[in-house]
């Protein structure tokens, strides 16, 4: 129920909300939280296939974009995160990958621990709420007629669309327009017949794309191409072209010498079965097709030494063009957004009192763990930001 007015409002129930609000409130802030649908951590519950990749013990600079990206990363500890998740009872584990998940494997489990604690500490929880006003008056703020000291944007992007997104216009909450923003973390889509003969098929590739290289698991869909690699490279608006490289693990030289030493062992073969053993049946029919090659009626033995240089250059080089992103509702991760923050507190340059947090930032993270990691430090940092505004002390 809400009783009279708060030291801190948060809008926005997400990762970096309820961080937030369970920071303030074991500081001693009055703390309420509004949240515009009809739970908290909705989408905390589906990331990483429903396991919550917490944090990545591999966290660098590097993994980080965005106008914003140098002052979130100079926010950002795994260490203080592990320390803040540990604190609320929740137990952790690194795999090899250096990904960072629950013992338990499930995302429930780290819902549970800040929603507990919240409870714990008191903070109000109000769903299905929506704020799309935050009004100043006299020094304070009032938002849906709750009165408040400070307040705190936690409200997200626009990825994960209606669902899990906003539709953009919470920015101006912070006193801005909208900015400019991108799907981040998301599908390609591509109209190459070739790939989209391979719809449901994986496979480990390395992927270059507008001069970044990721390796990974690649997924072929229908619509074109999904999987971890693909997130890594999705980023950019442009429209580049996409190079696969099927045998990342050789160079050029080898995968020809090694065409040319299996067509020689393979002499009396149909040649339509060349590359059965190396590939699934499908995905050579396409590397045939790109690179020209006419196997109908011939044996491995006729494979010529051009042919096998164009096939060679199929599966080291297979390239397709990019037709577009999937839509808001695939994207993971919304890039671009606000600058208007204080890099040390987050305050808002615009409004003051008001702090912003998490997508609302110009800052993005690579697929692994990286976002996260952004939600928990910001909503943590402005929560500390607002005790130190409110009670001049140490947080």
């Not at 006729?302 to 096939?311: Q, V």
């Amino acid at each position: 129920m809400v009783n009279g007015s708060y030291d801190l409002a948060i809008v926005g129930g997400g990762a970096a909300g309820l961080t937030a609000a369970v920071t303030a409130a074991r500081l001693g802030l009055r703390t309420i939280v509004l949240e515009r649908g009809n739970r908290v951590l909705r989408k905390v519950l589906v990331t990483g296939s429903g396991r919550c990749n917490v944090t990545n013990a591999r966290l660098s600079r590097e993994n980080y974009h965005g106008a914003f990206a140098d002052a979130g990363w100079a926010i950002v500890s795994r260490f203080d995160t592990e320390a803040f998740f540990s604190e609320l009872g929740l137990v952790l584990k690194t795999e090899e990958s250096g990904r960072v998940y629950p013992l338990s494997d499930t995302a429930s489990s780290v819902v549970d621990v800040l929603r507990f604690a919240a409870e714990d500490r008191g903070v109000t929880i109000l769903t299905d709420t929506t704020v799309t006003r935050v009004e100043g008056r006299d020094g304070a703020f009032v938002l849906n007629g709750i009165p408040a000291r400070k307040v705190i944007l936690a409200v997200g992007g626009k990825a994960g669309g209606a669902r899990f997104g906003t539709d953009g216009t919470s920015y101006v909450l912070a006193g801005d327009g909208e900015p400019a923003v991108f799907r981040s973390l998301v599908q390609l889509k591509t109209d190459d017949p070739g790939l989209r003969s391979l719809s449901g098929l994986r496979r480990d590739v390395r992927l270059t794309r507008g001069g970044l290289t990721a390796e990974g698991e690649i997924l072929f869909t229908d619509y074109g191409v999904s999987g971890p690699v693909v997130f890594a490279l999705s980023r950019s608006e442009a429209h580049d072209d996409v190079s696969v490289d099927f045998r990342p693990e050789r160079n050029w030289d080898e995968v020809y010498d090694a065409l040319r030493e299996r067509a020689g062992a393979l002499a009396g073969r149909e040649l339509s079965r060349f590359l059965a053993g190396m590939f699934h049946n499908r995905i050579a029919l396409a590397l045939y097709k790109k690179a020209g090659l006419i196997v109908a009626g011939r044996v491995c033995g006729s494979l010529s030494d051009g042919e096998a240089a164009a096939l060679t250059s199929a599966i080291k080089d297979y390239r397709f063009a990019v037709s577009g992103k999937m839509p808001w509702e695939n994207a993971q991760v919304t890039a671009g957004g606000l600058v208007t923050a204080d890099p040390e507190t987050l305050e808002s340059t615009r409004r003051a009192g008001i702090y912003l947090t998490g997508e609302m930032l110009d800052i993005d993270g690579d697929c692994g763990g990286y976002n996260l990691q952004w939600a928990w430090a910001s909503g943590e940092r402005a929560a500390r930001s607002v005790f130190r505004a409110l009670r001049g002390g140490e947080s």
